[in-house]
């Protein structure tokens, strides 16, 4: 998620527009409007209830009570407050969950049929005295699960003016459940049209097994990765993917040497975490088809994988989903492909107080949610709240579940959407809170940046995570941009938003960014070499899922959101793009060379910069959403790979790309553990050492020595007009061109298997025998030294 992309709510009591569908469920949303209609009488009869609770204890206090008791199919036991979640023990099923300032809890156990009809198969009242320990409730139950689910149902004060929500009719998600079962078919409405049908937790089995086949996790240095932002359903959706299974975890492994054969090591999933598709479903006449949550920001379940992005659906209540997930895993780990989830912790799909009551609101919605005084909802996330992930009960939360993920499903790292959140001052803030004991001048407040976050420190000196893949998106909504100034103990990335904002300006010949420019070749030392970090804690890219395609950034000045039905007013307004003359698909022939051109130019900066590139899901074929940069609601053409496309003869921009990134892979030199010294790099202009910073320059080159390649010079030409550049002099060496953007395919990459490579470089020969070489306006360059045998 992108700052400049979200919008700008207040920082609490924000609009209720995310939340515009009103066929919620009784126990959702609607659950919650009876609850505000009944108000004033609710509140007295939980102060009743509570007074009962009190006069129920010292009754049963000269009760003998006899264990074990049944109740119908299931023989209930005390239950033990650890761990979290629903586990699977010798005999039964233990359930643990945490919940302060609810007064009676019951655990509700649900068959899939009575999950249908909205009904409770098995309810099981906790005691307060024999099931409640701290602020946990607990039971073990020993009994068939076969096809059972689970959720919980609470009761307390409904005061949403003190940050309460508590209702005894809403059957509430487990926050620790490892499937969130409700709908089994991606897009396909609940019963009666249901965009919110009742959600239940897949309850574990000690049966529950997958063949990891002797799986290890890969560990490569992140120096060496080369990412791919991915979204599942999309990569394989479009019928021209000829898979079994279009637009599932089975489908994705399916297409696995696609990404081999790019030269991909790590592929980094938009959000796999459970969500609702139907959260804005409503109809588009702009294109003739429903709005949906495809992108997926709006995280339901934190523990559970995308149930409707495997084959199976709800069958075996989400176990075969689980084992789809970890199939992809296992599968993309034997082709060397390490697996990146990015992680949505800054909010939930709850969202504001006119949102639905799912799980963590009606469990405890003040220790979650990041709180004003008077209970309004901060909203630093642009959609409506923000988890309070600096309270102690929250961060052991986020670290319980990445733990999860890598221990149980084994993926290699998380990237965070809109991280800066996890650096704020949680509600009710205080040094004893979260320290143990009082801090002089401790006088922070809410939503705060803090310097050493807990959650951070947490996270980063975890014996299980601080070995895992940690990149931020170091921003918010809230205005608190810090790339670069990232809470990081040494192990945290950041996505280099700069990168992709200086390396668009140059590219496309603004003035004044050449020495910004140079500064994002070498790994952007200004941002993270005072901090202690290296050019791999920076990763770089020109495109993500937010913002234009790398076609449509060639093609464009303006966005073109109309296709969202909200009038262009959605999206960034300022992408940095050039259109190379003319707007959108259709242009002179003149004009799609350019266009190639730079998309070529972008390619070979992204692969010779030092650092880590991230690639986005189509761009290597040159994929167009028409302009759009703002997809987040089509399940449709505009965010499907086209297969079909990557396929045409036409498509030679596949083969350069997979050059490129096979170039990067060999050269040791782009891949540094250290920014690099005047004894490796040296900086040139038209002439050899004498490069230009000023303002009007648009021509940056330099000379990078290589344990394999020996020495490579690279160029970048951004400007109207073409050039004639003076090479280095290296007597009994001479300079061979390698790549040309300038060039038409084939003859942009000189690859050793091209025909009449060696009649294409002898058209050169006669400016390198003076050792020159020319280049077109908006190219680039790569040449290598070669031994001169004729010197």
């Given at each position: 998620?992108?700052?400049?992309?979200?919008?700008?709510?207040?920082?609490?009591?924000?609009?209720?527009?995310?939340?515009?569908?009103?066929?919620?469920?009784?126990?959702?949303?609607?659950?919650?409007?009876?609850?505000?209609?009944?108000?004033?009488?609710?509140?007295?009869?939980?102060?009743?209830?509570?007074?009962?609770?009190?006069?129920?204890?010292?009754?049963?206090?000269?009760?003998?009570?006899?264990?074990?008791?049944?109740?119908?199919?299931?023989?209930?036991?005390?239950?033990?407050?650890?761990?979290?979640?629903?586990?699977?023990?010798?005999?039964?099923?233990?359930?643990?969950?945490?919940?302060?300032?609810?007064?009676?809890?019951?655990?509700?156990?649900?068959?899939?049929?009575?999950?249908?009809?909205?009904?409770?198969?098995?309810?099981?009242?906790?005691?307060?005295?024999?099931?409640?320990?701290?602020?946990?409730?607990?039971?073990?139950?020993?009994?068939?699960?076969?096809?059972?689910?689970?959720?919980?149902?609470?009761?307390?004060?409904?005061?949403?003016?003190?940050?309460?929500?508590?209702?005894?009719?809403?059957?509430?998600?487990?926050?620790?459940?490892?499937?969130?079962?409700?709908?089994?078919?991606?897009?396909?409405l609940g019963p009666d049209g249901n965009c919110w049908p009742q959600m239940a937790g897949m309850i574990p089995s000690s049966n529950d097994e997958f063949d990891w086949e002797g799986d290890l996790s890969l560990e490569y240095p992140q120096k060496d990765l080369i990412m791919y932002e991915m979204h599942v359903r999309g990569f394989t959706r479009h019928e021209s993917s000829g898979t079994r299974y279009p637009?599932?975890?089975?489908?994705?492994?399916?297409?696995?040497?696609?990404?081999?054969?790019?030269?991909?090591?790590?592929?980094?999933?938009?959000?796999?975490?459970?969500?609702?598709?139907?959260?804005?479903?409503?109809?588009?006449?702009?294109?003739?088809?429903?709005?949906?949550?495809?992108?997926?920001?709006?995280?339901?379940?934190?523990?559970?994988?995308?149930?409707?992005?495997?084959?199976?659906?709800?069958?075996?209540?989400?176990?075969?989903?689980?084992?789809?997930?970890?199939?992809?895993?296992?599968?993309?780990?034997?082709?060397?492909?390490?697996?990146?989830?990015?992680?949505?912790?800054?909010?939930?799909?709850?969202?504001?107080?006119?949102?639905?009551?799912?799980?963590?609101?009606?469990?405890?919605?003040?220790?979650?949610?990041?709180?004003?005084?008077?209970?309004?909802?901060?909203?630093?996330?642009?959609?409506?709240?923000?988890?309070?992930?600096?309270?102690?009960?929250?961060?052991?939360?986020?670290?319980?579940?990445?733990?999860?993920?890598?221990?149980?499903?084994?993926?290699?790292?998380?990237?965070?959407?809109?991280?800066?959140?996890?650096?704020?001052?949680?509600?009710?803030?205080?040094?004893?809170?979260?320290?143990?004991?009082?801090?002089?001048?401790?006088?922070?407040?809410?939503?705060?940046?803090?310097?050493?976050?807990?959650?951070?420190?947490?996270?980063?000196?975890?014996?299980?995570?601080?070995?895992?893949?940690?990149?931020?998106?170091?921003?918010?909504?809230?205005?608190?941009?810090?790339?670069?100034?990232?809470?990081?103990?040494?192990?945290?990335?950041?996505?280099?938003?700069?990168?992709?904002?200086?390396?668009?300006?140059?590219?496309?010949?603004?003035?004044?960014?050449?020495?910004?420019?140079?500064?994002?070749?070498?790994?952007?030392?200004?941002?993270?070499?005072?901090?202690?970090?290296?050019?791999?804690?920076?990763?770089?890219?020109?495109?993500?899922?937010?913002?234009?395609?790398?076609?449509?950034?060639?093609?464009?000045?303006?966005?073109?959101?109309?296709?969202?039905?909200?009038?262009?007013?959605?999206?960034?307004?300022?992408?940095?793009?050039?259109?190379?003359?003319?707007?959108?698909?259709?242009?002179?022939?003149?004009?799609?060379?350019?266009?190639?051109?730079?998309?070529?130019?972008?390619?070979?900066?992204?692969?010779?910069?030092?650092?880590?590139?991230?690639?986005?899901?189509?761009?290597?074929?040159?994929?167009?959403?028409?302009?759009?940069?703002?997809?987040?609601?089509?399940?449709?053409?505009?965010?499907?790979?086209?297969?079909?496309?990557?396929?045409?003869?036409?498509?030679?921009?596949?083969?350069?790309?997979?050059?490129?990134?096979?170039?990067?892979?060999?050269?040791?030199?782009?891949?540094?553990?250290?920014?690099?010294?005047?004894?490796?790099?040296?900086?040139?202009?038209?002439?050899?050492?004498?490069?230009?910073?000023?303002?009007?320059?648009?021509?940056?080159?330099?000379?990078?020595?290589?344990?394999?390649?020996?020495?490579?010079?690279?160029?970048?030409?951004?400007?109207?007009?073409?050039?004639?550049?003076?090479?280095?002099?290296?007597?009994?060496?001479?300079?061979?061109?390698?790549?040309?953007?300038?060039?038409?395919?084939?003859?942009?990459?000189?690859?050793?298997?091209?025909?009449?490579?060696?009649?294409?470089?002898?058209?050169?020969?006669?400016?390198?025998?003076?050792?020159?070489?020319?280049?077109?306006?908006?190219?680039?360059?790569?040449?290598?030294?070669?031994?001169?045998?004729?010197?």
């Amino acid at each position: 998620m992108e700052l400049t992309q979200c919008t700008y709510f207040s920082l609490y009591a924000p609009k209720a527009s995310h939340f515009h569908n009103s066929r919620f469920p009784k126990t959702g949303a609607a659950c919650l409007q009876n609850r505000i209609r009944r108000g004033s009488e609710n509140r007295g009869k939980v102060k009743s209830l509570v007074v009962n609770a009190r006069e129920k204890a010292a009754e049963v206090e000269t009760l003998v009570i006899e264990k074990p008791k049944k109740v119908k199919r299931f023989e209930v036991f005390d239950g033990y407050p650890t761990p979290l979640g629903a586990t699977a023990m010798e005999g039964g099923v233990n359930f643990a969950i945490f919940s302060r300032n609810s007064v009676s809890a019951t655990l509700c156990l649900i068959s899939l049929s009575d999950l249908q009809e909205n009904r409770v198969t098995e309810p099981i009242s906790l005691d307060p005295l024999t099931n409640k320990t701290g602020d946990v409730w607990h039971v073990f139950l020993k009994g068939n699960f076969e096809d059972m689910l689970y959720g919980y149902q609470f009761d307390g004060p409904f005061c949403p003016e003190e940050g309460h929500y508590y209702d005894s009719s809403c059957i509430l998600l487990d926050p620790y459940a490892k499937a969130a079962i409700s709908r089994g078919e991606f897009g396909v409405l609940g019963p009666d049209g249901n965009c919110w049908p009742q959600m239940a937790g897949m309850i574990p089995s000690s049966n529950d097994e997958f063949d990891w086949e002797g799986d290890l996790s890969l560990e490569y240095p992140q120096k060496d990765l080369i990412m791919y932002e991915m979204h599942v359903r999309g990569f394989t959706r479009h019928e021209s993917s000829g898979t079994r299974y279009p637009g599932t975890y089975l489908a994705v492994v399916e297409k696995l040497d696609h990404l081999k054969e790019l030269g991909v090591n790590c592929i980094e999933l938009m959000p796999c975490h459970e969500f609702n598709e139907l959260e804005y479903f409503t109809h588009n006449p702009v294109v003739g088809d429903h709005k949906v949550n495809f992108w997926g920001y709006s995280t339901v379940s934190f523990f559970s994988p995308m149930i409707r992005y495997s084959s199976s659906g709800v069958r075996n209540c989400g176990r075969n989903a689980i084992n789809e997930f970890k199939l992809l895993v296992r599968e993309a780990h034997k082709r060397g492909i390490e697996v990146v989830m990015d992680v949505v912790f800054n909010h939930t799909a709850e969202g504001n107080e006119k949102g639905p009551i799912l799980s963590f609101r009606g469990i405890d919605n003040s220790v979650f949610y990041m709180l004003a005084p008077k209970g309004e909802f901060y909203n630093y996330s642009g959609c409506g709240n923000t988890f309070n992930c600096n309270h102690p009960i929250v961060r052991q939360f986020i670290v319980d579940c990445l733990r999860y993920w890598v221990t149980e499903m084994h993926v290699d790292g998380f990237r965070f959407d809109l991280a800066s959140i996890l650096t704020r001052a949680c509600s009710l803030w205080d040094a004893v809170n979260v320290f143990g004991n009082a801090i002089d001048g401790d006088l922070l407040t809410t939503g705060t940046p803090l310097s050493s976050p807990p959650l951070l420190d947490m996270i980063s000196n975890d014996p299980i995570l601080q070995g895992v893949k940690l990149i931020a998106e170091a921003w918010d909504c809230g205005g608190l941009y810090q790339v670069g100034t990232f809470p990081h103990w040494g192990v945290w990335s950041e996505w280099n938003g700069k990168y992709r904002d200086i390396v668009r300006q140059f590219i496309k010949g603004t003035d004044g960014f050449a020495g910004a420019f140079a500064e994002c070749l070498c790994g952007s030392p200004n941002l993270y070499k005072d901090g202690g970090r290296k050019p791999w804690n920076g990763i770089n890219f020109i495109c993500a899922h937010d913002g234009f395609t790398l076609a449509d950034l060639v093609m464009y000045n303006q966005k073109n959101n109309l296709a969202n039905g909200e009038d262009n007013n959605d999206g960034e307004n300022h992408n940095n793009s050039w259109n190379c003359g003319q707007e959108g698909e259709f242009a002179s022939i003149s004009v799609k060379k350019l266009r190639k051109r730079q998309m070529r130019n972008f390619i070979l900066c992204l692969m010779v910069s030092q650092g880590v590139p991230m690639i986005y899901m189509g761009d290597e074929y040159g994929h167009s959403k028409g302009g759009n940069n703002n997809t987040y609601c089509h399940d449709n053409y505009i965010n499907y790979f086209r297969w079909d496309k990557k396929e045409e003869v036409s498509s030679d921009f596949f083969r350069f790309f997979c050059l490129m990134t096979k170039f990067r892979r060999e050269c040791e030199s782009l891949c540094l553990e250290d920014f690099a010294t005047s004894e490796r790099l040296q900086w040139h202009g038209h002439t050899p050492g004498m490069p230009d910073w000023s303002d009007k320059s648009r021509f940056v080159a330099f000379t990078l020595r290589d344990a394999v390649k020996g020495e490579i010079y690279i160029a970048f030409n951004a400007s109207h007009l073409p050039v004639i550049i003076t090479l280095p002099d290296r007597p009994g060496y001479r300079w061979e061109p390698l790549v040309d953007s300038g060039k038409p395919a084939p003859f942009d990459f000189f690859s050793d298997d091209l025909p009449a490579r060696e009649i294409a470089i002898k058209q050169y020969q006669h400016f390198l025998n003076g050792n020159l070489y020319p280049m077109l306006s908006y190219s680039s360059v790569i040449l290598l030294l070669k031994h001169d045998e004729s010197a």
